[in-house]
């Protein structure tokens, strides 16, 4: 069963660059068939779905997001990891790295495995 746990730091002061690691477990990044993803639920609003790196490390990026998003990989660690810049503090909220059948989709059919989530905090 594939398992996957977020970790970053949970303030990141505005201006500044979001930083989040995915590891996977009980699968292999470079072999399962997902799309790698990153999602994001800000307080109060709906699942927003950010960018997905594959398992050949092609990357696909929210248009409304992708001039501040950069999503990579270390394939050693199996490890995935979403880089959000010149953040503010409408980047507040709770982002979640997923196992996803499908690109441009935050719906839970779509997903088969979410990490329990970081919450990320922008000050004002």
């Known amino acids: 069963q594939v398992q996957l746990q977020e970790s970053g730091p949970g303030l990141v002061k505005p201006s500044q660059t979001l930083s989040l690691t995915c590891t996977v477990s009980g699968g292999s990044i470079t072999t399962n068939y997902y799309y790698w993803s990153w999602i994001r639920q800000p307080p109060g609003k709906g699942l927003e779905w950010m960018g997905a790196i594959t398992y050949s490390g092609s990357t696909w990026y929210n248009p409304s997001l992708k001039s501040r998003t950069s999503i990579s990989r270390d394939t050693s660690k199996n490890q995935f990891s979403l880089q959000l810049s010149s953040v503010t503090p409408e980047d507040t909220g709770v982002y979640y790295c997923?196992?996803?059948?499908?690109?441009?989709?935050?719906?839970?059919?779509?997903?088969?495995?979410w990490g329990q989530g970081a919450q990320v905090t922008v000050p004002s």
């Open positions: 997923a196992g996803a059948r499908a690109l441009y989709s935050a719906d839970d059919k779509d997903v088969d495995c």
